[in-house]
């Protein structure tokens, strides 16, 4: 099957601009997630949807990242505006309704930003 | 405490030595923990993973070992090859809040070089 899609795979902006990252889930999983990973760190969960409703998003900084999720598939990650300290890899990751005990969540390549 | 930490931050091993990698927890509502492995440019993909009803779990060259009173668990890679050379995430999942949706929480990594 298809892994996680995420685009661009690279973006540099200036302070102050916007950026937007897309990611489309794998086939079938409900449940998707946004992670930051600012280097040398572990990933750290920014917002997770389970279809397109909003389930946690209590490590989102709302004041200049927003996140949405139409149709319950393909989501986007915006960034207004932008300040250094969010440069970092942000992934994307999504899970199938839990069946079994299972808990796997499959991560895209992720997008790496620099912010200058 | 929503909080794992992972110890060493970094780790030099000889083609067929032992690697060895351990975690400490503090939130006793976790209930499952899984090791992922990332390449370079790539996202995390799980390893293996193990619930805290069992002491040890063994796939292959890979085992966790879990201490439950201890709230610690450990990966041991046996017979380390030059391809196992990557970053390690232990993580530890828990049922978020009111919404009984998973929540999984990273720990800060191990960079694992296994030497030729």
Partial sequence: EAGVAQSPRYKIIEKRQSVAFWCNPISGHATLYWYQQILGQGPKLLIQFQNNGVVDDSQLPK??????RLKGV?????IQPAKLEDSAVYLCASSPPRAGGKNEQYFGPGTRLTVT | QQQVKQSPQSLIVQKGGISIINCAYENTAFDYFPWYQQFPGKGPALLIAIRPDVSEKKEGRFTISFNKSAKQFSLHIMDSQPGDSATYFCAAMSRGGGTGFQKLVFGTGTRLLVSP
């Fill in chain 1, 63 to 68: 004041d200049r990242f927003s996140a949405e």
């Fill in chain 1, 74 to 78: 393909d989501s986007t990650l915006k």
